[in-house]
């Protein structure tokens, strides 16, 4: 049988711990067929670990999108988008792929750095992103960037948050709050545009945790891909990322990625889901 088809387009990370090599590792983990097109490629310095970013020219961004619409992706990803003319690209090549699903991971910042790498981008995702997609996945630094709320501290305040950017055009809202609000537990906010729903699971260690956002992306994406509601692709896809940050490991004094086939090889996690 067939797998079903599903595009990033994003950033390479060169450790592989996130942007297109999770994606790939995680559409392969969830039985679908990956495919990338390539905005640019991070690469990091081997005394401090800071990045630095190669972009890709428009030109060859163009023909990779061409030959991947071409193949009839049946759902689409986005993570990092390096210029406000790729994010509007990005945004018209789903519309010209037929592809049903489109998930829209609103990149930002690097890990550990709240500062946005570049502003215009903000606007330009509200613009030509947020109207077509899906899901959106911000965490919680770029859900109040895209709302304009600023830095969001509270349930409430990721409600509001959720509310405005479903106002501009996303289907569905998951803002990723990990372990700001509780210690001991990793709380998400789902919100479908009528009911706000916490997605709750254990909080695992925070240490080698690289890669968690783009995965969970990733799965939400997969799991549209092949078939599942909104409301059960961000579910289980937080079941999936859960398992892998739980079993992420060390790589070097800098980093460590999550595991990605953690939860078909290791354990699956129960995620408790409350109407709030």
Same mark, same amino acid.
């Given at each position: 049988?067939?797998?079903?088809?599903?595009?990033?387009?994003?950033?390479?990370?060169?450790?592989?711990?996130?942007?297109?090599?999770?994606?790939?590792?995680?559409?392969?983990?969830?039985?679908?067929?990956?495919?990338?097109?390539?905005?640019?490629?991070?690469?990091?310095?081997?005394?401090?670990?800071?990045?630095?970013?190669?972009?890709?020219?428009?030109?060859?961004?163009?023909?990779?999108?061409?030959?991947?619409?071409?193949?009839?992706?049946?759902?689409?990803?986005? /993570?990092? !988008?390096?210029?406000?003319?790729?994010? *509007?690209? @990005?945004?018209?090549?789903?519309? #010209?792929? $037929? %592809? =049903?699903?489109?998930?829209?991971?609103?990149?930002?910042?690097?890990?550990?750095?709240?500062?946005?790498?570049?502003?215009?981008n903000t606007e330009a995702?509200?613009n030509h992103l947020l109207?077509?997609?899906?899901?959106?996945?911000?965490?919680?630094?770029?859900?109040?960037?895209?709302?304009?709320? /600023?830095? !969001?501290?509270?349930?409430?305040?990721? *409600?509001? @948050?959720?509310?405005?950017?479903? #106002?501009? $055009? %996303? =289907?569905?809202?998951?803002?990723?709050?990990?372990?700001?609000?509780?210690?001991?537990?990793?709380?998400?906010?789902?919100?479908?545009?009528e009911t706000f729903y916490?997605?709750?699971?254990?909080?695992?260690?925070?240490?080698?945790?690289?890669?968690?956002?783009?995965?969970?992306?990733?799965?939400?994406?997969?799991?549209?891909?092949?078939?599942?509601?909104?409301?059960?692709?961000?579910?289980?896809?937080?079941?999936?990322?859960?398992?892998?940050?739980?079993?992420?490991?060390?790589?070097?004094?800098?980093?460590?990625?999550?595991?990605?086939?953690?939860?078909?090889?290791?354990?699956?996690?129960?995620?408790?889901?409350?109407?709030?």
């Amino acid at each position: 049988m067939a797998l079903n088809k599903v595009l990033t387009i994003a950033g390479s990370d060169t450790s592989a711990g996130a942007g297109m090599q999770a994606d790939l590792k995680t559409f392969q983990e969830l039985n679908t067929y990956g495919m990338v097109v390539l905005c640019g490629i991070v690469t990091m310095d081997k005394e401090t670990w800071s990045h630095h970013v190669t972009p890709i020219p428009f030109e060859t961004i163009e023909r990779q999108i061409e030959t991947a619409v071409s193949i009839g992706p049946d759902a689409i990803k986005t /993570g990092m !988008l390096g210029t406000e003319e790729i994010i *509007k690209r @990005a945004g018209e090549a789903f519309e #010209e792929s $037929g %592809a =049903k699903y489109f998930v829209v991971d609103p990149v930002m910042v690097c890990k550990g750095e709240d500062e946005v790498l570049n502003p215009g981008n903000t606007e330009a995702m509200i613009n030509h992103l947020l109207p077509k997609a899906t899901v959106v996945t911000p965490n919680l630094f770029e859900a109040g960037q895209l709302s304009n709320l /600023g830095t !969001l501290k509270s349930l409430d305040d990721m *409600k509001e @948050a959720a509310k405005v950017i479903h #106002e501009q $055009g %996303a =289907k569905h809202v998951v803002i990723k709050g990990g372990k700001a609000l509780d210690q001991d537990k990793s709380y998400d906010l789902y919100y479908d545009g009528e009911t706000f729903y916490q997605l709750t699971t254990d909080m695992f260690q925070q240490s080698y945790n690289h890669g968690a956002g783009c995965t969970f992306a990733a799965a939400t994406t997969a799991n549209l891909a092949n078939g599942e509601s909104p409301k059960d692709a961000v579910i289980n896809a937080k079941a999936f990322v859960a398992s892998a940050i739980k079993n992420g490991w060390k790589m070097n004094d800098f980093v460590g990625p999550v595991d990605h086939g953690a939860s078909n090889r290791v354990e699956k996690i129960e995620v408790e889901v409350t109407e709030i």
